[in-house]
């Protein structure tokens, strides 16, 4: 008898169990300074305005709540993906994101960086103080990521092997810079980079999809991927499903926590749903995560 999806959050641990996994391995959670986490809620909140849609925020909850919630659903590991609106910020955040990781055993250390001629300096100190993951966010930033003053910070990625997370579709906005184009620009010249492409880089899907299969080191990740709220605003063709199917050890498990529209179990019954099989849903809801983490265990 196959494994059957979560009915919500309470079932996800025994979802997980049935599979043989030893808890879920989450690379798009966001932990931010208080501030910046009350004005992204904010925008949220707004989201008709911006996306013609409500997005009610399911885990507004304090901080300390947060953590609890993921770790009854048994996420292991989740980074905390700062992202900068504005130059001058990232250094910030890098600091802040670097001790909230130290205070909590499960949080991928993570930092972020802005085209500015600080970069290349707190990227390497970042990198120094044994950052796990960055996070990009192309729209929210409204840069080229192949603005000549990141050229040094993306060789010196290049060269250190270390993930980033890159928001870089034009959903759920279109912005100036993001689409495939800017990205394949990015790894013509960076050709070695472990990128990891958010929501599945929806709603050109095909296009990322072609990134990932032409390129070693990049990976896409399933946040809001095929739930119920974005296949109404941003459809995956099924038509591909053979080739995510394919792409399977380079599909991590996202989701956005906890500025997401519905509960956590929704993102993992959607994956479920794809119907691409038990060994596909164990690499990408586990083991792909930790081994691009080196997590132990």
């Known amino acids: 008898m196959s494994v059957q999806p979560p009915v919500d ?9 049935e599979l043989g996994l030893p ?37 507004r909850l304090p901080e300390d709540e947060r953590l609890a919630v993921l770790g009854r659903l048994g996420v292991r590991a989740f980074p905390t993906l700062p992202y900068p609106h504005k130059a001058g910020m990232a250094a910030w955040l890098n600091d802040w994101s670097h001790g909230f990781a130290a205070a909590h055993p499960r949080v991928l250390s993570s930092a972020t960086f802005f085209p500015e001629p600080e970069a290349p300096h707190y990227v390497a100190d970042a990198l120094d103080r044994g950052v796990r993951v960055f996070k990009v966010h192309v729209q929210v930033g409204g840069f ?43 790894l013509e010249r960076h050709p070695g980079l472990c990128l990891v492409i958010a929501h599945l880089g929806m709603p050109e899907y095909r296009d990322f999809l072609d ?4 390129y070693e080191r990049v990976h896409l990740d399933t946040t809001m991927f095929a739930t119920d709220f974005t296949e109404r605003l941003m ?6 499903r053979p080739r995510l199917a394919a ?51």
Not at 9 to 17: N, Q, T
Not at 211 to 214: I, M, N, S, Y
């Open 211 to 214: 990134l990932a299969e032409r």
């Open 144 to 186: 080229d990521p192949r603005d000549p003053l990141l050229d040094a910070v993306w060789a010196r990625l290049e060269e250190a092997g270390t993930p980033v997370v890159i928001h870089c579709g034009s959903g759920p906005l279109r912005g100036e810079h993001t689409g495939p184009a800017p990205m394949t620009g990015l």
């Open 235 to 240: 459809p995956f063709d099924p038509a591909d």
């Open 23 to 59: 808890g879920l391995v989450d690379v798009h959670v966001h932990f931010l300074p208080p501030r910046v986490q009350a004005k992204v809620w904010s925008y949220f909140e707004a989201a008709e305005t911006h996306y013609g849609a409500a997005w009610p925020v399911h885990y």
């Open 247 to 297: 792409l399977r050890d380079k599909v991590l498990l996202g989701s956005d926590f906890p500025s997401i529209p519905y509960p956590y179990a929704e993102q993992l019954a959607a994956l479920s749903r794809l119907g691409l099989g038990e060994d596909w849903l164990r690499a990408v809801l586990h083991d792909n995560g930790a081994r691009l983490f080196a997590l132990e265990g």
């Open 9 to 17: 959050d309470d079932d996800v641990p025994r979802f997980w169990r």
